[in-house]
């Protein structure tokens, strides 16, 4: 402080000018002139002559000698007097930049930011949110606090999720990358995929925005990231609609994609991968799929029949391969009847197509029957309503009261057997006493069952029945309802 005390003395005699006139002569590098005008307003403490004093006092600039801890004296001294943001903003700038002789502390630094901030500088606001990272660690609770309070910074926020350093559920981490994403920040690709592929639920909502996240990330064509990409998907169960749309832009990634999941592990486990994937798959990914898998879909109706069952669907529904949906249908229903291949059996030899399966009627009759009785055995509803369409002619009183009791239950298929009945024969219904279709005669004759058709209309507008069903609700809607 004795230099203070010498230019003390030195303004004694000094003449006070004007702020600006010191801090013009700060610029002009007059740094003798600058001192004497502006220490009588720096003791007082005005901020911008407190500045000037110091910048001379740490560097020695002009005639003065360098005296570092006497002006960060006189200027904390003075900053805790003022109400303005100034000092404090010029403290947090020493501390921070490592000049001047002032040792780098960035504890420090953010230390008088925050007074600043407090003190009403957009500055310092800026400072403290840029110096939070680099202070207690990018990714840290106090950095996260931060990234939350202010805006365009999505990304940070879903990693900060990520990392369990601020609370979150999987889709907010999901609602921020995505939307980075659409703000064209930094985002991480493989992690949008990746939260898909661990909850189906947000895959189903969010399907479209993954898919798309993955397209771009294959268009760039970067092994690097492909092969990280890859590292991330084998993790999870096979996927068939990320399968598909690694197909249309990385054929060989996706061959190696599904072949690494269907080659590994347990028979039961890639039974419920590969049944998962047809389910998902376009009808061209389904058929290569299925053509890649055939040792597995030979083994899983031992081993999975549930699964097998839904491979059974596939393979009528969506590929259209009937003989080789009742092969599969028939094992798995020699397995366990009571997942419903039993009646899928049924259902493609009554179907519309069963004669390109090769097999004459007496056996598609006889083969359907013994499918359909194993299934009701086993508590397959629609193998009894199958049971119905095949036994009704011989026995009708046996036959009306088993379908009677699952119609009672709502059981669609079965209310469209009874309005059928209605149609067909009115002795069959008046059987059905509990169940309230009334025949009335049109003009014709015809027995009309209004009820029937209002059962019929609602089925065929729910889309929920069975193909065989359905096929009955369309051929007696056209032939006896009214429109």
């Known amino acids: ?21 010191f801090e013009n002569e ?49 200027v904390k001294k003075n900053e805790q007097k003022s109400k303005q943001p100034r000092l404090a903003n010029f403290l947090g700038s020493l501390f921070e930049n490592n000049q001047n002789g002032v040792r780098a502390d960035i504890g420090q630094a953010m230390k008088y930011y925050r007074i600043a901030e407090k003190k009403g500088s957009t500055r310092a606001k800026g400072k403290v949110t840029e110096l939070v990272p680099k202070y207690y660690g990018k990714f840290s609770a106090e950095a996260c606090k931060i990234y939350f309070s202010v805006a365009d910074s999505d990304a940070l926020k879903a990693e900060c999720i990520r990392r369990s350093k601020i609370e979150g559920t999987p889709e907010q981490e999901l609602q921020y990358w995505l939307k980075a994403e659409e703000n064209d920040q930094t985002i991480d690709d493989i992690r949008i995929i990746e939260i898909g592929l661990n909850d189906s639920e947000l895959f189903s909502r969010y399907e479209y925005d993954i898919r798309t996240t993955l397209a771009n990330l294959l268009k760039r064509e970067q092994p ?36 690494s999941k269907l080659q590994s592990g347990k028979t039961v486990d890639r039974c419920l991968e590969l049944a998962a994937a047809l389910d998902g798959a376009t009808v061209s990914e389904a058929q290569k ?39 599969l249908s028939q094992e798995i229903c020699d397995e366990d009847a009571s997942v419903g291949a039993c009646s899928l059996g049924a259902q493609i030899l009554m179907g519309r197509n069963s004669q390109f399966l090769g097999i004459s009627e007496d056996q598609k009759e006889m083969q359907a029957l013994n499918l359909v009785k194993k299934g009701k055995l086993s508590g397959d509803k629609l193998a ?46 008046e059987t059905m ?22 059962v019929l209309a609602r089925h065929n507008a729910s889309g929920t029945l069975d193909s065989i069903s359905s096929r009955k609700v369309n051929v007696f809607s056209k032939q006896h309802c009214r429109n």
């Open 384 to 429: 009894k309503v199958y049971l119905f369409d095949l036994t009704v002619d011989e026995t009708p009183k046996a036959a009306i009261q088993e379908i009677e009791t699952l119609a009672k239950e709502g059981y669609p298929a079965a209310e469209v057997r009874v309005a059928e009945a209605c149609f067909k024969d009115a002795n069959i219904v």
């Open 26 to 74: 700060f610029e002009s590098k007059n740094y003798d002139k600058a001192l004497r005008l502006s220490y009588a307003e720096a003791l007082s403490g005005e901020p911008a002559a407190t500045i000037i004093v110091a910048k001379i006092l740490i560097s020695g600039l002009g005639s003065a000698e360098a005296d570092l801890e006497g002006a960060l004296d006189l």
């Open 224 to 259: 690097s990231m492909e092969k990280a990409l890859f590292k991330t998907l084998r993790k999870y169960p096979l996927n068939g609609k990320i399968l598909s749309t690694l197909d249309k832009y990385n054929e060989e990634l996706a061959n190696e994609y599904s072949m």
């Open 1 to 21: 402080m004795r230099n203070l005390a010498i230019y003390l003395f030195l303004l004694a005699v000094t003449t006070a000018s004007s702020w600006a006139s």
């Open 433 to 454: 006493v509990k169940l309230p279709f009334k025949i009335m005669t049109d003009v014709l004759g015809r027995n009309f069952c209004e009820e029937s058709c209002q």
């Open 289 to 327: 799929l299925v053509a890649q898998s055939n040792e597995i879909i030979n083994d899983c109706p031992a081993q999975d029949a549930k699964a097998a069952y839904t491979i059974a669907q596939t393979l009528q529904r969506k590929l259209g391969q009937s003989s080789e949906a009742l092969k």
